[in-house]
């Protein structure tokens, strides 16, 4: 995977499916759960963040990102919870989202 | 610091910011055309600047296409758009600063560490951030370099 593939899935996918995420609060308001559900579900024009993450990672050709593929698949398989602002998703979504974030950077900083 | 002005293709950022960072005046620009005109009528005490613009249409990027690909990639036009979408947030800061605004310019983005010397060595006041997280960028921002 090239340096500018790396900072593309990092620029593209990291730090946006995080934006949110990383800063939200024990209480947050149904704005910034609404922000959450664009960062994870309608990061592109009807897009999810997986689903650009593995456009961007097909491009890379990178195995050693499955662990983050299976991350998203769990941050999918919470939408409607996290649609609904149920509490628990949404915390669950969100550190999932931050840690995909570490670990994408991670990647790039090792490579 | 109480106004910032966000310089994105998208309008990500300037969301983020007028949530998490709800005390400061956030202006959104989409190019340098844009940030240009905003700072002449409004001003601002900083820029926050996206680095990547990849949905911005090639007409509303800074650099000549066809000049950019004869001077660094052998006439390869595709190859000269990406390059001007990968450096378009320092290329829009290079318009800024000639145009005489020398306010703090903050980047959320991984700059090795010469790179943003070099950043540092030609557009002054710049600074840098790896996260879109609320309390680094405040941090950023008030502390200056």
Same mark, same amino acid.
């Given at each position: ?111 | ?25 956030? #202006? ?11 700072? @002449? ?7 926050? *600047? =996206? ?16 000049? #950019? ?12 758009? @990406?390059? %001007?979408?990968?450096?378009?947030? #320092?290329? *829009? ?20 560490? @010469?790179? %943003? ?7 002054? =006041? ?10 680094? *960028? ?6 200056? @370099?």
């Amino acid at each position: 995977m090239s340096r500018r593939e790396l900072s593309l899935l990092v620029h593209d996918v990291g730090k946006y499916v995080a934006r949110t995420a990383r800063n939200l609060p024990p209480e947050p308001t149904r704005e910034m759960i609404d922000m959450l559900v664009r960062d994870l579900y309608e990061l592109r024009p009807g897009q999810r963040a997986s689903h650009v993450f593995a456009l961007a990672a097909a491009i890379a050709g990178a195995p050693a990102l499955d662990h983050v593929r299976a991350m998203f698949e769990e941050i999918d398989a919470l939408e409607s919870e996290v649609r609904a602002g149920a509490p628990a998703a949404v915390k669950r979504a969100a550190a999932i989202a931050r840690d995909i974030e570490l670990r994408l950077r991670a990647l790039a900083v090792e490579s | 610091m109480s106004r910032l002005l966000v310089i994105e293709d998208g309008d990500e950022y300037a969301e983020f910011a007028r949530v998490f960072l709800a005390d400061l005046e956030v #202006t959104a620009a989409h190019s340098a055309a844009d940030a240009l005109a905003a700072l @002449r009528a409004h001003g601002a005490d900083a820029l926050l *600047i =996206d680095l990547r613009f990849d949905r911005a249409p090639a007409s509303a990027l800074v650099g000549d296409l066809d000049a #950019t690909a004869a001077r660094l990639f052998a006439g390869d036009r595709e190859r000269a758009l @990406r390059y %001007l979408q990968d450096e378009q947030g #320092t290329l *829009i800061l290079a318009d800024l600063r000639a145009a005489g605004f020398a306010l703090p310019a903050l980047f959320v983005h991984d700059f090795p560490p @010469r790179r %943003l010397a070099n950043l540092r060595r030609l557009y002054g =006041d710049v600074n840098a951030v790896s996260s879109l997280d609320a309390a680094t *960028i405040r941090r950023a921002l008030g502390g200056g @370099r």
